[in-house]
């Protein structure tokens, strides 16, 4: 079965600054997605980033970047230039490019961003 | 609809009672999850629909939680006698054919006291 882990309950970062989230995962399949979604206190997941395996290059989205190591299974998430509106449960999840596509979630970090 | 439309948005209900929860997912999405998400925990996956049918329930946690979908656009999720164990927070997301992504509602929270 697949697992997500992410291993930081809680994170926080200044203003401005630069922040990585950590997100490792298990699975014994070779073509799947990872993403990351932000979660605010609205309950909405919205949907940062995303990353699909058999690309080597790393996704960027603007101020957000991931790092992708696919042989050591590990998908962290790079905040640069944090701003207030980043504050928010951050969650990383694998999906099956196979079958239903359902989503396998981390149990998230919560990152603050002080002014 | 612009996007993923749950109500309600909260709901207590009491231990023992029945309660549905609807989705109204992005339209000309054929595939809609359900997912659960407690208190302090990523969501966790129910149930997936493709069309109208059930294609994947595998994460429903026992016979008291059913879902449907029978015209393949709107779904309902039906607890029946509910218990404090329940409550949650109930997510739905839909996803387009040709996408990778799925879009999530803001879910419905539910409070069984």
């Known amino acids: 079965a697949q697992t997500v882990t992410q291993s930081q309950p809680e994170m926080s970062v200044q203003e401005a600054e630069t922040v990585t989230l950590s997100c490792t995962y298990d699975?014994?399949?070779?073509?799947?997605?990872l993403f990351w979604y932000k979660q605010p206190p609205s309950r909405q997941m919205i949907l940062v980033i995303r990353q699909e395996a058999y690309k080597q290059q790393n996704a960027t989205e603007n101020r957000f970047s991931v790092n992708f190591q696919k042989a050591a299974k590990s998908f962290s998430l790079k905040i640069s230039d944090s701003q207030l509106g980043d504050a928010a449960m951050y969650f990383c999840a694998y999906g099956w490019s196979g079958g239903s596509e359902k989503l396998v979630f981390g149990k998230g970090t919560k990152l603050t961003v002080n002014p | 609809g612009a996007g993923v439309s749950q109500t309600p948005s909260n709901k207590v209900t009491e231990k023992g009672k029945y309660v549905e929860l609807r989705c109204d997912p992005i339209?000309?999405?054929?595939?809609l999850y359900w997912y659960r998400q407690s208190l302090g925990q990523g969501p966790e996956f129910l149930i997936y629909?493709?069309?109208?049918?059930?294609?994947?329930d595998s994460g429903l946690p026992n016979d008291r939680f059913f879902a449907v979908r029978p015209e393949g656009s709107v779904s309902t999720l039906k607890i029946q006698r509910t218990e404090r164990g329940d409550s949650a927070v109930y997510l739905c997301?839909?996803?387009?054919?040709?996408?990778?992504?799925?879009?999530f509602g803001q879910g419905t929270r539910l409070t069984v006291v």
């Open positions: 629909f493709q069309g109208t049918g059930a294609a994947d």
């Open positions: 339209s000309g999405h054929t595939a």
């Open positions: 997301a839909s996803r387009g054919q040709r996408d990778s992504e799925a879009f």
């Open positions: 699975t014994s399949e070779s073509d799947y997605y």
